[in-house]
Nanobody, 126 residues
Framework: QVQLVESGGGLVKPGGSLRLSCAAS????????IGWFRQAPGKEREGVSCISADDGRTYYADSVKGRFTISRDDAKNVINLQMTHLKPEDMAVYYCATDSLGPSCRSLNGLYFGSWGQGTQVTVSS
């Protein structure tokens, strides 16, 4: 059973930055495409970003393009999501997940992802 743990959430003012991390124990993230998702109260889960393991390609939702950056640190077995210029509409619980098939990002649809973390809260408020 893959166990993912997200960290780095917190309270930030609009325009601020946060870096989220997704870590796994006893599981090598380097072999899998990893996605970040978010869900705000009363809203559907939204795919935010994905990074492939085979070619390192990255994908972003239009709502975060140019503001968020996903990256891999395979030495530390961590996937990071650097978030800048945060907006109130970015406020949500953020989750990371592994693609259920393997190394390539296929979609930002959560149905393609199999193992999920518990999430970390991001609050954007002045």
């Amino acid at each position: 059973q893959v166990q993912l743990v997200e960290s780095g959430g917190g309270l930030v003012k609009p325009g601020g930055s946060l870096r989220l991390s997704c870590a796994a124990s006893e599981f090598t993230l380097a072999y899998y495409a990893i996605g970040w998702f978010r869900q705000a109260p009363g809203k559907e889960r939204e795919g935010v970003s994905c990074i492939s393991a085979d070619d390192g390609r990255t994908y972003y939702a239009d709502s975060v393009k140019g503001r968020f950056t996903i990256s891999r640190d395979d030495a530390k077995n961590v996937i990071n999501l650097q978030m800048t210029h945060l907006k109130p509409e970015d406020m949500a619980v953020y989750y990371c997940a592994t693609d259920s098939l393997g190394p390539s990002c296929r979609s930002l649809n959560g149905l393609y992802f199999g193992s999920w973390g518990q999430g970390t809260q991001v609050t954007v408020s002045s």
